[in-house]
């Protein structure tokens, strides 16, 4: 299939777009989340404390990168009709990045640093544009499948690629011994390497195959402010950015702050977070999986909406639980519900925008999803430091669940969908004047 000319809905298409998220997941994984930021944080800075507050640093800044950039470079993609070459460019930076990592030694942190911000943000730009492929991709009644497929193959393959990494690593309390030198970390920074290939190989059929998703739109203004005004033509979509901007901080303050709760409320050692954190993204994969059926009969809102109901009593228990047997059904719970959450938030926003502006409303997707993601990690913080107690912070997080819940209310998934097919229409015609 060449890789120019509109994109067609294919089953290898399909196929080809969701092996990404097998592909990627292993850099939010073993990078982002098991392996390498837990090493950096002991073995590159002097002191852990010390560490977690460089990498902490690091992840705010890529992150604020992120809002920064993403809104524009989508609305540019979107006007020149180059969402597959910034695609393209971003994903190969992200892995040349991954790979640069591992050969980055003790002591030399602040370099480590400055490659993580430059890789973390490559790879977060480009889900933007891997997003503005799922309406060319999908229909209005399977777009709910064809998204959480993708989300559930994205935790199988950074569980596999996890799996690949203990070789590496070594696993306490196991006979597992890594098959590397352990030389100045060389066994942790090896895995980089490992992540690198393994992005690359399973991305090239998406990398090489998906075609440009949707013509230019040469409305689109490369000055942000109006693209953030024209979301006042899309009430819905705007609804929905707001309410995710919320509740999606819940789900990053669970997840930061997870296995520091399991560590130090329960006693998990490394060995047990790592295996609490593995369980906790299958059962976020099987969710993804088993609930985009449901996103597809009864639509994205009510999916969303359950899965908030679903998550704020997860957290509620997970803050009440009374030994490890309660974590482990309550953390279940929770993991379940994460990916449809962000599976059925991916497949409702395709439903709200028109073809020509994929990648500026994922831009602005993305944006919702860092602008305040800081929110729940500080606010956890800061319960930890009046309470004296982490589970009183576990259970602040109910309250974006909540409050991310009534805003939702507000989206009416129907009227969403008719503002998209009217703006579609609109700028067709003003083509067709145009061409005339």
């Not at 609305?75 to 070459?85: E, I, K, S, Y």
Request: aromatic share 12%.
């Amino acid at each position: 299939m060449s890789a120019a000319g509109p994109q067609v809905v294919t089953r290898s298409g399909r196929l080809a777009w969701s092996l990404y998220d097998f592909a990627n997941s292993a850099f939010v994984t073993l990078v982002v989340t098991f392996i390498y930021s837990f090493w950096f944080t002991k073995q590159m800075a002097d002191d852990p404390v010390r560490g977690t507050q460089l990498w902490t640093r690091a992840v705010a800044i890529s992150a604020l990168a992120v809002a920064v950039l993403s809104p524009l470079l989508g609305v540019l993609a979107d006007r020149r009709a180059t969402r597959r070459r910034w695609f393209v460019g971003l994903t190969l930076s992200a892995i040349a990045g991954t790979a640069t990592l591992a050969f980055v030694p003790p002591p030399h942190a602040m370099l480590a640093l400055v490659v993580f911000v430059i890789t973390n943000t490559a790879y977060e730009l480009a889900q933007v544009f891997y997003n503005a492929f799922l309406p060319g991709l999908s229909t209005n009644e399977d777009v709910g499948r064809v998204s959480g497929n993708a989300w559930a193959l994205g935790y199988l393959g950074g569980l596999l690629c996890l799996v690949f990494g203990f070789l590496f690593t070594g696993l306490p309390g196991t006979s597992i011994e890594p098959i590397v030198s352990t030389d100045d970390g060389w066994n942790i920074r090896a895995t980089n390497l490992l992540v690198a290939g393994w992005f690359l190989v399973f991305a090239l059929p998406a990398l090489l195959t998906l075609r440009e998703p949707a013509p230019p739109d040469p409305t689109a203004s490369t000055n942000i402010l109006p693209a953030l005004r024209g979301l006042a033509r899309f009430p819905q979509a705007l609804r929905l950015l707001v309410a995710r901007l919320i509740y999606n901080d819940g789900l990053v303050a669970a997840f930061s702050f997870g296995g520091i709760y399991a560590g130090v409320t329960f006693g998990f050692d490394f060995g047990e977070i790592i295996l609490f954190g593995i369980w906790l993204n299958i059962a976020a994969g099987l969710g993804a999986l088993a609930f985009g059926w449901l996103d597809d009969r009864l639509g994205g809102r009510t999916t969303i909406i359950w899965s908030l109901v679903g998550l704020f009593v997860a957290a509620l228990l997970i803050a009440a639980a009374p030994d490890r047997r309660m974590l482990w059904i309550a953390g279940t719970l929770l993991g379940l519900l994460v990916g449809p959450n962000q599976s059925a938030s991916r497949s409702l926003m395709s439903r709200f925008l028109p073809r020509q502006k994929t990648a500026e409303f994922f831009g602005l997707f993305a944006l919702s999803g860092k602008i305040t993601a800081f929110a729940g990690p500080w606010l956890l913080g800061e319960v930890t430091a009046w309470t004296g107690s982490q589970r009183w912070a576990i259970a602040s997080v109910s309250l974006f669940f909540a409050v991310g819940l009534l805003l939702l209310l507000a989206v009416d998934e129907r009227a969403g969908i008719r503002d998209a097919d009217d703006e579609e229409h609109r700028l067709e015609a003003g083509a067709g004047g145009r061409a005339g």
